[in-house]
């Protein structure tokens, strides 16, 4: 797998590679901070982007944003020291692949693999805080969604499509995509999914 290491600290980065290199993979990239990582990721088209979060030359979620406008199907780990809840709820509604820490190097192979399966990988430590995390952050324009919008967002949560949304609330198409956005937009969510799961994780439980 080609792998690009983003981190400010040199140690870290040569650590990772070594036990990367050791699991037969290929580091086509190391960058000490998160500037020049949609340039190198064009240039060296990385599998996976392991990243850190905190670092001097380039946030790691910043960097994370940018990528993820550039190349939406880019796969991004942040590999990181931190736990905070604000950077928690980033990762999310940005929507990389997995969010683990540093301390879980032992578990770093197990995450590649997933991720490069299309899974979504999450620390234990960090899947337990999600659905607090959610309802803590619920923004203001939650309590502004309008029947309509509120009865979309249950569609797309059962996992209905377009398509059967229109059928479903009589509506064209068009017309499920233009709420479809202004939803993702009004929440500031990035995709279905992450709807789908701002349903189960707010409004399914705050009833």
């Not at 299309?118 to 337990?128: D, L």
């Not at 959610?134 to 309509?148: G, I, N, P, W, Y």
Request: glycine residues 6%; hydrophobic residues 40%; negative net charge.
């Amino acid at each position: 797998m080609k792998i690009m290491i983003v981190d400010d600290d040199a140690i870290v980065r040569m650590s990772l590679k070594t036990i990367l290199e050791a699991s037969g993979h290929q580091v086509v990239s190391e960058l000490g901070g998160g500037r020049e990582v949609v340039s190198a990721y064009l240039k060296t088209q990385p599998e996976i982007v392991l990243m850190d979060i905190r670092m001097p030359d380039g946030d790691g979620l910043e960097a994370s944003r940018e990528l993820l406008q550039q190349d939406p199907q880019a796969r991004i780990l942040l590999l990181t020291t931190f736990h905070d809840e604000e950077y928690i709820i980033k990762a999310l509604t940005l929507g990389v692949s997995g969010y683990i820490l540093k301390q879980n190097y032992a578990g770093l192979e197990a995450s590649l693999q997933a991720i490069k399966e299309g899974q979504k990988v999450y620390n234990t430590e960090i899947v337990a805080k999600i659905p607090q995390l959610f309802k803590k952050h619920q923004t203001k324009a939650s309590a502004d969604l309008t029947e309509r919008e509120v009865e979309i967002i249950e569609y797309v949560a059962k996992g209905y499509n377009n398509r059967e949304i229109s059928q479903a609330l009589y509506l064209s198409e068009g017309t499920v995509r233009n709420y479809l956005s202004t939803l993702l937009n009004k929440l500031e969510l990035r995709d279905r999914t992450q709807l789908a799961i701002y349903y189960y994780q707010v409004m399914e439980g705050s009833r």
